[in-house]
């Protein structure tokens, strides 16, 4: 019988042939995962032997790890501003980089606020202001019916659901016209057309295209998402933006009247979010 350190010696040599970025990680959340532990508890428990039973919980997940399968759909769930967000497969899987939009975006929600998060995905963005800002009231937009079921699930769980309308449908066009939106947020897909397949197999074959194409030059959503939210948002608009498109991207939003607008850069320099305001 192997123990728990044994196994995990090799699924983490596994996942360095298989080329994962992360493999120690990526084997002691697994095997934590199976084993409901933490990963300080899976390191308390070196000696404890793996039961067959268990094995067989393992095994699946860690052929499906080695196939590249991003690890936040194998566990079901990400971490994001220190919240926990349900993720699965055909809806896309928060980033760290992305806590720089809600940072940007929360000194715009003081008082009441009605936000919408476009293209919400997880929800993760738009969840997570509300969490911070009692008197946000969040339209929820996707095109993606898994999406919108994922966000139902994650305002449950964070207590959030009865300031919450999940709608389905393309940009803002689904929040009925006589409704307030203050501040608009998204995290559009932005990725030129034809880099997406040279990206890691974890997001070239496993997320969702719809999530990442951002067309030729990647600019595509952003030339009408714009001009619609400055035609609804009565506060400001903030987005983010590949690496080397925040200038482009500003540029646009000062042609469509935003006033004020501003870079915004993540934690490691990156120009990550480009905001606007709507002149009163």
Known sequence: MSSLLEILEKTDAFFQKKGSASPRLDAELLIGHVLDLS??????????????DELNALRPLVKKRGDRVPIAY???????????????????????????????????????TFLADIGAGTGCVGLSIAKECESVKLFATDLAPEALALVKRNAEVL?????????????????????RVDVVVSNPPYIPSAEIDGLEPEVSTHEPRLALDGGEDGLDCYRSLIPAAFERAQRALLVEVGV?????????????GFSDVQTHTDLAGVERVVSGKIAP
């Open 74 to 112: 194998l566990l079901g769930e990400k971490e994001f501003w220190s919240l926990p967000f349900a993720c699965a497969p055909g809806v896309l899987i928060p980033r760290p980089d992305t806590e720089t939009l809600v940072e940007a975006a929360l000194p715009f929600c003081e008082g009441e």
């Open 159 to 179: 207590e959030l659901k009865e300031r919450v309308a999940c709608l389905r449908g393309d940009l803002l066009t689904p929040i009925p016209e006589g409704r």
């Open 244 to 256: 080397g498109q925040a200038a482009s991207v500003a540029e646009l939003m000062s042609n469509a």
């Open 39 to 52: 990963r300080l508890d899976v390191y308390m428990n070196f000696e404890r032997p793996m039961m067959e």
